[in-house]
């Protein structure tokens, strides 16, 4: 593979600790979920981590495959929802539904464009065959507020 670029996060505390990136752009505080016997509250999580890098990803990937197959569409979303369970061999797994909306083309062209997207995306290639994601794909014009 030739890298294109590199980063680094370094953790210290596990769920119950502090999350830097390299560059400083990312220093947080994370907690263990309230519903896995965490604090109270709205925390940072892994998962909310993964599900946002996941997202942003492949919402890249999907519009790479867009200008690439040269077709016009509205505004696209991807929404990654992460889920966390326990895994057959006593450990713990992921799971990912990838909510994915394409307004301005028609439910079979989005659908291909979710799929070659899938493909490309490096957060999916790193899953692929590892952990269950799900494609959604609508066309739903969104209404802004």
Do not use: W
Not at 15 to 22: A, C, E, F, I, Y
């Amino acid at each position: 593979m030739e890298i294109l670029y590199s980063t680094y996060a370094t953790a210290t505390g596990g769920r119950n600790g502090h999350v830097t990136s390299q560059t400083g752009i990312l220093d947080i505080e994370v907690r263990t979920p309230e519903s896995l016997g965490g604090p109270k509250g709205d925390f940072l999580n892994p998962e909310i981590l993964f599900a946002g890098g996941y997202a942003a990803c492949f919402d890249s990937a999907l519009h790479l495959m867009i200008r690439t197959k040269k077709i016009k569409t509205g505004v696209t979303t991807t929404t990654a929802h992460v889920k966390l369970g326990k895994a057959a061999n006593g450990g713990f797994g992921l799971a990912v539904t990838l909510a994915v909306n394409i307004p301005g083309v028609d439910q079979e062209i989005a659908q291909q464009l979710v799929e070659a997207a899938h493909e490309v995306c490096p957060y999916s290639n790193a899953t692929r065959g590892n952990i269950q994601v799900e494609l959604s794909v609508t066309t739903d014009e969104k209404v802004s507020a």
